[in-house]
């Protein structure tokens, strides 16, 4: 592979896409669009969030404290996009409101649309030159029934997830098919060249 140098980048390095949910002062929901987003290991899984700039979502998770990461698949891309471009300092963004409920175990809105909605709290905050990264808590996750349904295989799951991904400044999805669980590609490794 010839490889040209791309500078400081992550181009071509797809990542996923989630809607942070927090509650205003009122008591509405307010949605923007993420994909800073990552895991962290404190003892169990916690999650790992940057928000560059001044935001209402950053606002709102300083505030309250809490708040969820609901995952963007194809259906919700419309409504997802819509959320990533509409600043929520415009008292008309959430005049556009997905079908939400509260947390299971936090007050957070979710989107019911969303087949994965992780409730978070924030438990240390980093300051960077123009971010700030929030270390999370996992508190819960809501998943849809069908994606623990036994009866289906893990490939039927993820085709049923329908997850966005984003690199280039373009939104894609995937077709999804099972390319190995972890362990088993290795096996694939033979003494030619790779
Ligand atoms: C595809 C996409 C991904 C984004 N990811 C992030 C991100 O990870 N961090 C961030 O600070 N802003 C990100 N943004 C920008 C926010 O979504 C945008 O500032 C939005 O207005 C935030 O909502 P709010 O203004 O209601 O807080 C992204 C925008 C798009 C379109």
């Not at 992550?10 to 895991?39: A, R």
């Not at 709102?60 to 698949?73: D, E, P, Q, T, W």
């Amino acid at each position: 592979m010839k490889k040209i140098s791309n500078g400081k980048s992550n181009e071509f390095c797809p990542q996923t896409l989630f809607l942070y949910g927090t509650y205003k002062e009122d008591k509405t929901p307010n949605f923007g669009l993420f994909c800073w987003f990552s895991y962290t290991w404190h003892a169990e899984l916690g999650v790992m969030a940057c928000i560059g700039g001044d935001k209402l979502t950053k606002d709102l998770i300083r505030k309250n404290k809490v708040f969820s990461a609901n995952l963007v698949n194809k259906p919700l891309l419309k409504l997802a996009d819509y959320y990533g471009n509409k600043n929520g300092y415009d008292t008309d963004k959430m005049n556009l409101v997905p079908d939400y409920t509260n947390g299971d175990t936090l007050n957070v809105p979710i989107i019911k649309n969303s087949p994965v909605n992780i409730e978070l709290e924030v438990i240390q905050e980093v300051h960077l030159d123009g971010s700030d990264v929030f270390i999370c808590k996992i508190h819960n996750t809501m998943v849809d029934e069908n994606l623990m349904d036994e009866t289906l295989n893990i490939e039927d799951k993820i085709q049923l997830l329908q997850p966005v991904f984003t690199t280039c400044q373009t939104y894609f999805t995937q077709e999804c098919t099972n390319s190995g669980h972890w362990g088993e590609p290795m096996k694939e490794i033979t003494d030619e060249k790779i």
